[in-house]
Every structure is written in structure tokens, then in C-alpha cells.
């Protein structure tokens, strides 16, 4: 379907239609999605957007929102929305006040400590990093260390300039049992030394392995196992993002992302932007069979969007059979690459603009921000629109090497000013879009089963390199 789109001159289209933009862009939330520059003509978008009005996606809503497993592999439903409810259940209420509570003391300064450890990976590690980064107001007085993979010198050099008295540590496992995160919570926990106990705290869905490991069952902050680690950012994983930008911002983040889950489980239609992006992927991945897409952020608070949904999009949908175990015969996860727009400027968008591959965009982008340099605001927005256009139009003048094909799907993800709750909104939308692409590929995107052989590999290997040094010679038998 649509394999005919990509000959569409969009360029030229757009260049004979200055209204396309308007008829080929949506906007739910405060945020605008303009898509006039995909390869789309008006029939082939309503036959896209009819994608949605199918009744199956309104129909695996439910089943999402009603608690059904969802997940079958691991036999779990995925209510990683009840963490972000305005009245959770008790038990989730209670967990939410305790890791509100303790964000508030840090960020306050209550705790007397000047810096904190944030110990975790994937789902532990990317959404908490995304929103400290994003809603930041440099106003707390805990500053936060992020730390996620086993580098010994990084640890060495921070913990160097770090007085372990005046440090607390946050576990972020939900599993409790992840190799880099043990070895990093160990080697801080040996650093600590005897204050340990009465500065570290745990956020995890298995509480026993964290008191075996030295937590206080009392500073475990529990979370229920049916929430995926991509999922858990609104659960006491974001604890160390809340301590950062204060309870308050957090809880519009919060905020937000219920909205999000209102607009989809009531009307899960293209009005909603998380359908309309789970539309524009479905398009960019089976209707154009691109393989990658750029998330590439103007607006600099969202400068990790796109780590956040490589994990998001590729553990979620990197599947190869579907939900009755039959090899799927489509292309599923694109490979999601993102960054700062306009250092990619000076990087990558070469080859976006004159390569023979196309590499379909999003561009994130806001109007505006609060901060001394308002004009440095619009020269990063007057960036993304010149790269929109000339993705979009190419250049056919001047010499063979100076010319642009344009015609490369890019699409702009804008809004007036990024806030909590426009950021909650955004990151509940993209959970929401990604569970609407599985709807359509008929995968479950809600485990990760292909990370497993690696861990169990590397442990092997792990034993022999233990006992024997390796060489540069020998590495290949480890192979
Ligand atoms: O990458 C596999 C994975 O299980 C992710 O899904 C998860 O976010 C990450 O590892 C960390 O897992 P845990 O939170 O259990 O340490």
C-alpha cells in the first residue's frame, strides 16, 4: 500500500499548494504535528488515517486500559497508566507519596545531601535522565549523577569530587538483578561505606533482592511488576528526575501524561497524537519500507527525546513473530536515531540532504523558552524550518554537486513552550503510539525476550576472561 507515494514530488506540491501544510497537520495538546512533507497525496492520507476508525484499535484500547494481558509472553497486563491516574488504587497512591515525598526532601535540600547517585539502565536510566534534563529549573539542591554503564574511570573521577557523607544512591532495578547496575550499586555502596545504609534507597519490583543487597526495607520504594522498564518513569524510577526538578513540575508531568491516556482511551482516533504518530510510522516503516527515522530536537530541553525512544520504539516493536508465534513477513522497529538539532546540522544532515538514502525525520521543536537569549531560541526554530524546507524542496539549481533531490519525508513536532505537562502529554502519547503500532503489526510490545541470550552469553564469557587474561590473538575464541 502507498509504495507508489515515494515517486510523489512533494516538492513540487508543495510549491503549487501553500495551503498543504494546513491539510496535512493536526494539533491535540498544544502540540502540532505538520506531515505535509511526507509523500502523501489527500487519498492516500484518508486511507491512512481510516487506519484508526478500523474498530481493532479501539477495541485493543480497551483491552489495555481494562488491565487484560496484553504482554502473553510474560503472562502480564501493561498498567504502566494507573502509575499517572488522578485516584490509583491505595496501594499505588501510597507508593506515589513516598517517592514524592522523599523527591521533595532532596530537592528541598531536607536531606542534607549535595549529590545523588542515580544507579540504573534502559527504562531506569533514559525517561528519569529525559525529563531532569527537560524541566530542570536549576532550583534544587541535590544535583544528580547519572549512572548506567561500567565505566571505571567516570566513577573513579566523579566519586573523586564527591564527599560520600554528603551522597545518597538510588537503586533503579525493577528487576534488582541487571549486571551493570549491581556492579555499579556495589562499587557506590563500598564507597559510601557505614553512612550507606542511611542514604540509599531502592526503586524496584522486587523489594527482596534490594534488602539482600543492603537496602533498608523501609527505603525500598516499591513498584508493581506489570510496569514495563520503558513504562516505569512515572513509577518511583523517576524518584531521582522528580528530586531534580521539585514534586510539583512532576506531578505536571504527571498531569499531562494522564491527559494523554484520557484522549486515547476514549477516542482513539487521528485527532490524538498518539495516533497520528503511530499513523506516520506505520506509513514511514510499511507504507514506504524505510528503515530508520530521525528524531532530531530543536528545542534543546528535549535534546535526549531520541535515546529515550530508541528504547521505547526498538525494544518495544523490535519483534519477529506476532501474537500467535507466526514469523511476522513485514518490517517491524525502524532504527530510531535522534540528537540536537542544530549539531546534527554539522554532522549527519549531509547525507540526509544530498545521499542517495532516504532517512525520514521528525523535527522537535517549541516557539519559545524562558531564558536570557530568546533570539537564540528563534534562530534554532528558523534552523529547523530552512532543514524542513530544504529536506522538503531540494535545490535544483547551481552545479551537479550543489543540487538537493528534497522529496525526503520529514515531519515537524511543534509546540508554543515546552511544559510538565506538554512533556508528560508528548512521552504518554509515544507509549500510546508505540502500542498502536503493535495493534496494527499484531506483536506484543511489551516484552524484550531478544536481550536475554545476550546477558546469558556475556556471563559465559565473563567466567572465562576471569580465568584466563585475554589477548588481541585470543579474543576471536571468545567469539
Ligand atoms: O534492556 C532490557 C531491560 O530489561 C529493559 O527493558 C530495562 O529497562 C533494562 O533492561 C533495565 O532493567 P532493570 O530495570 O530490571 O534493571
Not at 510474560?74 to 491505595?90: C, F, I, K, T
Not at 515546552?418 to 499484531?442: I, K, N
Request: with cysteine; glycine share 10%; aromatic share 8%.
Amino acid at each position: 500500500m502507498w509504495q507508489e507515494n515515494n515517486k510523489l514530488d512533494v516538492a513540487r506540491m508543495s510549491e503549487h499548494d501553500p495551503e498543504r501544510h494546513k491539510r496535512f497537520s493536526m494539533i491535540d495538546a498544544g502540540w502540532r504535528v505538520d506531515y505535509s512533507g511526507f509523500p502523501l497525496t489527500c487519498a492516500a492520507r484518508d486511507e491512512l488515517l481510516g487506519l484508526a476508525g478500523t474498530g481493532e484499535l479501539a477495541r485493543a484500547v480497551t483491552a489495555l486500559f481494562s488491565g487484560a494481558i496484553v504482554n502473553p509472553s510474560e503472562n502480564q497486563p501493561a498498567l504502566h497508566m494507573s502509575l499517572r491516574a488522578a485516584g490509583p488504587d491505595p496501594e499505588l497512591a501510597e507508593q506515589r507519596e513516598r517517592f514524592l515525598h522523599l523527591a521533595a526532601e532532596l530537592h528541598e535540600g531536607s536531606q542534607g545531601l549535595t549529590d545523588l547517585l542515580h544507579v540504573g539502565i534502559g527504562g531506569s536510566d533514559l525517561g528519569p535522565r529525559l525529563v531532569a534534563d527537560a524541566l530542570d529549573a536549576f532550583d534544587g539542591r541535590v544535583r544528580v549523577h547519572w549512572l548506567s554503564t561500567m565505566d571505571g574511570r567516570r566513577f573513579e573521577q566523579l566519586t573523586r569530587r564527591l564527599d560520600p557523607a554528603r551522597t545518597g544512591l538510588v537503586v533503579a532495578s525493577k528487576s534488582f538483578g541487571t549486571e551493570e547496575t549491581l556492579t555499579l550499586a556495589r562499587a557506590a555502596r563500598d564507597w559510601m561505606g557505614a553512612g550507606f545504609t542511611d542514604r540509599s534507597w531502592a526503586s524496584t519490583a522486587r523489594p527482596d533482592r534490594a534488602v539482600e543487597f543492603g537496602i533498608a526495607p523501609e527505603r525500598v520504594l516499591h513498584f508493581p511488576a506489570w510496569v514495563g522498564g520503558r513504562f516505569s518513569l512515572w513509577s518511583s524510577v523517576g524518584v531521582s528526575a522528580a528530586a531534580v526538578i521539585g514534586r510539583e513540575r512532576f506531578e505536571q508531568l504527571l498531569s499531562g501524561a494522564r491527559q494523554a491516556d484520557r484522549r486515547f482511551c476514549e477516542s482513539p482516533d487521528a485527532g490524538s497524537l498518539a495516533v497520528m504518530l503511530a499513523l506516520l510510522m506505520h506509513f514511514l516503516r510499511r507504507g514506504l519500507d524505510l528503515p530508520t527515522l530521525g528524531v532530531v530536537s530543536y528545542e534543546p530541553r528535549l535534546a535526549l527525546l531520541g535515546d529515550y525512544l530508541q528504547q521505547l520504539i526498538m525494544e518495544s516493536l523490535g519483534k519477529g513473530v506476532d501474537l500467535r508465534d507466526r514469523p511476522v513477513d513485514q518490517p517491524t522497529a525502524p532504527l530510531i536515531f535522534g540528537g540536537r538539532g542544530t549539531d546534527l546540522q554539522h554532522s549527519i544532515f549531509q547525507a540526509f540532504h544530498q545521499g542517495p538514502e532516504t532517512h525520514p525525520l521528525i523535527l522537535v521543536g517549541s516557539l519559545a523558552d524562558d531564558h536570557a537569549y530568546p533570539e537564540w531560541h528563534r534562530a534554532q526554530l528558523s534552523h529547523l524550518l530552512a532543514q524542513a524546507r530544504a529536506l522538503t524542496r531540494g535545490r535544483s539549481d547551481g552545479a551537479a554537486f550543489q543540487r538537493l533531490p528534497g522529496n525526503r519525508p520529514v515531519a515537524l513536532l511543534l509546540t508554543e513552550r515546552l511544559t510538565p505537562e506538554g512533556l508528560g502529554y508528548l512521552l504518554a502519547s509515544f507509549e500510546h503510539a508505540v502500542y498502536a503500532l503493535a495493534v496494527f503489526w499484531d506483536i506484543n510490545a511489551f516484552d524484550q525476550w531478544g536481550v536475554e541470550e545476550g546477558k546469558r552469553l556475556a556471563a559465559q564469557i565473563r567466567q572465562r576472561l576471569d580465568r584466563a587474561p585475554v589477548s588481541l590473538e585470543s579474543l576471536g575464541k571468545e567469539s
